[in-house]
Nanobody, 125 residues
Framework: QMQLVESGGGSMQAGGFLRLSCVAS????????VGWFRQAPGKEREGVAI????????DYADSVKGRFTISQDNDEKTFYLQMTSLKPEDTGMYYC??????????????????WGQGTQVTVSS
């Protein structure tokens, strides 16, 4: 089992920045990729950023490219989502998730085995 705990959410005005953290514990070795997802009220959960732990490569949703950066600590147990130039449409609950499988759809939530409890991000105009 693997546990994920997010932190760092809050309220921010448009144009501001936040950094979310996700700490992994338990059997962390099995997870090959970690993603950040968000879900706004009434909307589906969407993937915004992915990091492949071993090769440390990243990928982003078009809506956040150039504004968000996903990274990991050297111990590969702490993951970050640096968010800049925040927009009201970035508002939502942000989740950290980990997956051990290989997939052609790495932004799909169903491909992730482990989830954190989420941290709320609210951006006002």
């Amino acid at each position: 089992q693997m546990q994920l705990v997010e932190s760092g959410g809050g309220s921010m005005q448009a144009g501001g920045f936040l950094r979310l953290s996700c700490v992994a514990s338990g059997y962390t070795y099995s997870a090959s990729r970690v993603g950040w997802f968000r879900q706004a009220p009434g909307k589906e959960r969407e993937g915004v950023a992915i990091i492949y732990r071993r090769r440390c490569s990243t990928d982003y949703a078009d809506s956040v490219k150039g504004r968000f950066t996903i990274s990991q600590d050297n111990d590969e147990k702490t993951f970050y989502l640096q968010m800049t130039s925040l927009k009201p449409e970035d508002t939502g609950m942000y989740y950290c998730a980990a997956a051990s499988t290989v997939t052609d759809t790495p932004f799909s939530p169903v491909t992730y085995n482990y989830w954190g409890q989420g941290t709320q991000v609210t951006v006002s105009s």
